[in-house]
């Protein structure tokens, strides 16, 4: 059984795997941390070692997708766990790494609008940036798992230049704070 979209407007890319019941953004409005409190979203739940990332096979990996499925819809800590996941079973260094690492960063940049922090989101997306910046280098390619590496780039740097500028809407179970989501796409 596939969950439906919290907003049917958001693509899903595993939709296989249930969405959250809310988003843990650590802001002290009442959420239990996912896995540490009793009433956590993924208290005791046994998670599996990540299997690495095939940037060529992208597609066949449910962790990778899924991540990409917590971002757009606004679970920003979550995704940044799953695909922290992905980056240790990639060995922390190389091109898969650093795409990885970039979007750990924008996923934080996420989890710090949601706090109020503009100069985290700042601080976050510059290095989400810097990291899809180097895994271009690596691979020499402009498309890499899935993504245009320049539009990464991008989005990493819009969301720099308007940290102080995202809503932070406080106290909600879920908020997409960004104006767009991650769109991987075979080309």
């Given at each position: 059984m596939t969950e439906?979209?919290?907003?049917?407007?958001?693509?899903?890319?595993?939709?296989?795997?249930p969405l959250p019941p809310y988003a843990f953004t650590g802001d002290g409005f009442g959420f239990p941390h996912p896995r540490r409190h009793p009433q956590g979203h993924g208290?005791?739940?046994?998670?599996?070692?990540?299997r690495p990332?095939?940037?060529?096979?992208?597609?066949?990996?449910?962790?990778?997708?899924?991540?990409?499925?917590?971002f757009n819809h606004g679970y920003y800590w979550e995704a940044h766990e799953l695909w922290e996941g992905l980056w240790v079973a990639a060995g922390k260094r190389g091109a898969v790494s650093e795409l990885l690492k970039g979007l750990i960063k924008l996923a934080a940049a996420g989890v710090k609008v949601r706090q109020g922090m503009g100069e985290g989101v700042r601080k976050h997306a510059g290095r989400a940036e810097g990291h899809f910046s180097r895994a271009r280098r690596l691979v020499q390619s402009?498309?890499?798992?899935?993504?245009?590496?320049?539009?990464?780039?991008?989005?990493?740097?819009?969301?720099?230049?308007?940290?102080?500028?995202w809503?932070?809407?406080?106290?909600?179970?879920?908020?997409?704070?960004?104006?767009?989501?991650?769109?991987?796409a075979d080309r």
């Open positions: 439906r979209s919290l907003n049917p407007q958001i693509p899903r890319y595993c939709p296989e795997r208290y005791r739940q046994p998670e599996a070692p990540a990332l095939d940037p060529a096979r992208w597609r066949e990996s449910a962790d990778y997708l899924f991540g990409i499925d917590l402009c498309r890499f798992a899935g993504f245009e590496l320049e539009e990464l780039m991008g989005f990493a740097r819009g969301i720099q230049d308007r940290a102080e500028d809503p932070r809407r406080p106290g909600e179970r879920v908020a997409v704070v960004f104006d767009r989501g991650l769109k991987p």
